[in-house]
């Protein structure tokens, strides 16, 4: 395991500026204006543990920049799906002590709420739908989850339940993660001038072979 440079003393510093840094794989924290905002951050075990076959299928390089102990502050938490190195469940017990309000697609809700997240912190986050914080604006984006030739969700009636992407808007411009997502034409549009891609699963359209899924 690769040692790593430690970011809790910078991300929370009193008078520290504006900025983002990348958690691992898909997950981003970032700061501004003294707002802490995390998407999909993944900073324990969990993945593992509830991934037994990951371990030699998706080995982690690396330590954790950050760990769930090292949370001081989260005012909004965004996961793009419930896949385990997206959803860290196992950081769940700190969010809810920090009272974080948690913004995931539909089928993510019950889960978290059953793995003891408060219902009213709980939010659904829906492509075509956005929220304000002080200072900038989060639209949820449309994704469609193919990897390495597998369609996932493919056989459910209403696929924008399961996945969205993030299309921050703020004053340094507009950041964008996406989410595990092929490449798909309206996103071409969008107005991006930060892009924070996951290492793993969204292609955006590169190396995928087979026919792209319909938008529906």
């Known amino acids: ?10 991300l929370y510093a009193v008078d520290g500026p504006d900025g983002i840094w990348w958690l ?23 993945h593992e543990r509830s991934n037994p076959h990951a371990v030699s299928e998706w080995t982690r390089l ?19 799906h419930e896949h385990s190195d997206h959803m860290d469940l196992g950081l769940l017990p700190k969010l809810v002590e920090l009272r974080s309000d948690i913004w995931a697609p539909k089928n993510c809700e019950q889960k978290l709420i059953n793995e ?9 986050a829906r492509a075509g739908n956005s929220f304000k914080g ?6 949820f984006t449309r994704t469609r989850h193919v990897s390495c030739g597998k369609w996932y969700y493919q056989d459910v009636k209403d ?7 993030f299309l921050m808007k703020t004053q340094y411009g507009n950041i964008f993660q996406p989410g595990d997502t092929c490449y798909l034409e309206e996103l ?23 026919s792209r899924p319909e938008r529906k």
């Open 134 to 139: 002080d200072g900038y604006t989060v639209e």
């Open 116 to 124: 003891g997240a408060q219902k009213e912190k709980v939010h659904i």
């Open 188 to 210: 071409s549009k969008l107005d991006v001038d930060y892009l924070l891609l996951p290492i793993n699963d969204t292609n955006m359209g590169v190396g995928w072979t087979g």
């Open 62 to 80: 690396h330590e954790f920049p950050l760990e769930a102990n090292e949370f001081m502050r989260a005012d909004h938490v965004l996961y793009s």
């Open 159 to 165: 696929q924008d339940e399961c996945g969205c992407g």
């Open 24 to 46: 691992g794989n898909a997950g981003f924290a970032i700061r501004l204006q003294k707002q802490y905002i995390f998407i999909d951050p993944c900073v324990t075990e969990y």
């Open 1 to 10: 395991m690769e040692p790593v440079r430690r970011i809790s003393k910078e």
